[in-house]
């Protein structure tokens, strides 16, 4: 690199650092922060998202258990009676082991896929809502940006913390909006100059 370009490039920065420094000193960077653990053991719409698919997982469960049994009777029925059945009932009876085995693996597979397929629908339904409302909190408190508090923040005041406010307007309803923002206090009128 010439000693020239070295300096052009050198100049540059120098400007942008300048201009960059200039911009931060008139407009202050003003941040906040979500706490999501928090959000997340404070929320009741988020609990109630969370017990519902416990509780499909448990019905998806159950379900699986029954022909898991269902088929280890069978195993048990065949292993008991095999040496006294035709042939031809032994070999059905395997047969229908077989179906009931294939069955048992197609079913544990749909619901799989399935509660991949309903996690994944709540989590893009929440990000969803907390980006509306993050979004609208911070024009509404004039913030510059708010951050995930696990951003690797190592310590912050707490009067950043929007946590609370974020799970009071999520628990109010997706389609809710934040507060309107308090008025801010008129300039106080000129006053009229004394005539000369």
Same mark, same amino acid.
């Given at each position: 690199?010439?000693?020239?370009?070295?300096?052009?490039?050198?100049?540059?920065?120098?400007?942008?650092?300048?201009?960059?420094?200039?911009?931060?000193?008139?407009?202050?960077?003003?941040?906040?922060?979500?706490?999501?653990?928090?959000?997340?053991?404070?929320?009741?719409?988020?609990?109630?998202?969370?017990?519902?698919?416990? *509780? #499909?997982?448990?019905?998806?469960?159950?379900?699986?258990?029954?022909? /898991? &049994?269902?088929?280890? !009777? %069978?195993? $048990?029925?065949?292993?008991?009676?095999?040496?006294?059945?035709?042939?031809?009932?032994?070999?059905?009876?395997?047969?229908?082991?077989?179906?009931?085995?294939? *069955? #048992?693996?197609?079913?544990?597979?749909?619901?799989?896929?399935?509660? /991949? &397929?309903?996690?994944? !629908? %709540?989590? $893009?339904?929440?990000?969803?809502?907390?980006?509306?409302?993050?979004?609208?909190?911070?024009?509404?408190?004039?913030?510059?940006?708010?951050?995930?508090?696990?951003?690797?923040?190592?310590?912050?005041?707490?009067?950043?913390?929007?946590?609370?406010?974020?799970?009071?307007?999520?628990?109010?309803?997706?389609?809710?909006?934040?507060?309107?923002?308090?008025?801010?206090?008129?300039?106080?009128?000129?006053?009229?100059?004394?005539?000369?």
């Amino acid at each position: 690199m010439t000693r020239h370009t070295t300096f052009i490039v050198f100049s540059t920065a120098l400007l942008l650092a300048f201009v960059f420094g200039t911009c931060l000193a008139q407009t202050p960077l003003t941040v906040g922060f979500v706490d999501m653990q928090q959000f997340q053991a404070k929320s009741k719409r988020m609990q109630e998202m969370q017990k519902q698919f416990v *509780e #499909l997982n448990n019905i998806k469960r159950t379900g699986l258990e029954k022909k /898991q &049994n269902d088929l280890k !009777a %069978l195993g $048990e029925q065949l292993q008991k009676q095999g040496p006294m059945l035709k042939e031809e009932t032994r070999n059905e009876k395997i047969k229908e082991i077989g179906m009931k085995e294939m *069955e #048992l693996k197609l079913a544990q597979k749909q619901a799989e896929t399935e509660l /991949q &397929n309903e996690g994944r !629908a %709540l989590e $893009e339904s929440m990000m969803r809502d907390l980006i509306k409302i993050i979004g609208d909190l911070r024009k509404q408190k004039n913030l510059s940006l708010i951050l995930n508090s696990s951003a690797a923040i190592l310590a912050a005041d707490d009067s950043l913390d929007v946590t609370d406010e974020v799970v009071k307007i999520y628990d109010a309803g997706a389609g809710s909006k934040p507060a309107a923002a308090a008025p801010k206090p008129a300039a106080p009128a000129a006053k009229p100059k004394a005539p000369k």
